[in-house]
């Protein structure tokens, strides 16, 4: 990656910081769009205000790619204020990069597109590739009218790569971080039924995938980020009581689950729902992983 500028569309948060770190650490020029440029941020930080052009367009002229990780989080209550936002902080920003590239002398070659495996709603225990059926609920609109603005984004001379980004481990951050708290404090059993699934993924993991997608010239489309080994809740909560020394915690009833999601401000089908989803393209095309087993993973991360 030496010399080569990459942009970083909401770069900020856990996961555009942990690519910044990695991007940086190879020789890498990294460009981070963000609306508090005066924040503490790994690289060179543009404000951008995440939906209509601006200066900020310049960075992409020559870039060697942009990467956007662009969108409010999940991680709320879903108010119609939050849902708007959700939506339209996604919609817009794809537009505004759409509408950046195509004013580009030289655009950059290749454009990744964060997504997420929501889009597959909430299956059970059968296995989904890139091509299973689509859910429902509001989660699945979201990421179907997301995917819908990237795909119908007219950026000329620009490779295209989405990625439905499932549910990252790694340290410093990210959704891990509260879970190995809760477990080190005798609170980590299984949630609900614990039989829903986690479809997870070391950050190292996803940071080789973003750039395998960057340099591979025949990536293009659509693809499942997330590891080979999707697990259970009650499993997953299982192997990181192990990690952090707590061989046994009491199971959480659904309900409770419900009650602290309230007091948390957060809604309880993000614990309560899940997905099996396997990286079926990514694998066939010739990507491998480092982690592939889960126990690898958190040993890593919480050593």
């Known amino acids: 990656m030496t ?3 990459v942009v970083l569309a909401g770069g900020s948060g856990f996961l555009g910081e942990c690519l910044a770190r990695e991007l940086l650490a190879a020789g890498a020029e990294v460009v ?7 924040a503490n941020i790994l690289g060179r930080a543009v404000a951008w205000d995440g939906s209509t052009p601006g200066d900020w367009a310049r960075v992409l002229e020559g870039a060697a790619a942009v990467v956007n990780f662009t969108g409010k989080s999940v991680n709320c209550r879903y108010t119609p204020s939050n849902r708007r936002e959700i939506l339209e902080s996604r919609l817009r920003s794809v537009e505004a990069l759409a509408r950046a590239c195509n004013g580009c002398t030289e655009p950059p070659p290749v454009w990744v597109q964060a997504a997420s495996l929501a889009i597959y709603g909430n299956p059970g225990a059968a296995v989904c590739d890139e091509t299973a059926p689509h859910g429902s609920g509001f989660s699945v609109d979201v990421c179907e009218q997301w995917e819908e603005a990237f795909d119908n984004s007219e950026a000329r001379s620009t490779r295209k790569v989405l990625l439905r980004i499932g549910f990252v ?3 410093g951050g ?9 477990a080190r404090l005798g609170l980590g059993g299984a949630a609900g039924s614990g039989r829903q699934y986690i479809s997870w993924l070391h950050v190292a993991d996803l940071n080789r995938m973003i750039l395998w997608a960057i340099d591979s010239p025949d990536a ?3 693809y499942n980020a997330t590891g080979p080994a999707p697990v259970t809740n009650a499993d997953f909560m299982s192997t990181l009581r192990k990690a952090v020394g707590r061989p046994w915690s009491p199971p959480v009833p659904a309900w409770m689950v419900k ?12 614990v309560l729902s899940g997905r099996r989803c396997i990286p079926q393209r990514a694998t066939a095309q010739g990507f491998t992983f480092t982690y592939a087993a889960l126990d690898a993973a958190l040993g890593d991360i919480l050593k």
């Open 169 to 171: 481990l790694g340290a």
């Open 259 to 270: 009650v602290g999601a309230w007091a948390m401000r957060t809604e309880p089908e993000l």
């Open 174 to 182: 990210g959704a891990l971080e509260p879970l190995a708290r809760l």
């Open 3 to 5: 010399a080569r500028r």
């Open 32 to 38: 981070v769009l963000t609306r508090s440029p005066a």
């Open 220 to 222: 293009a489309g659509t």
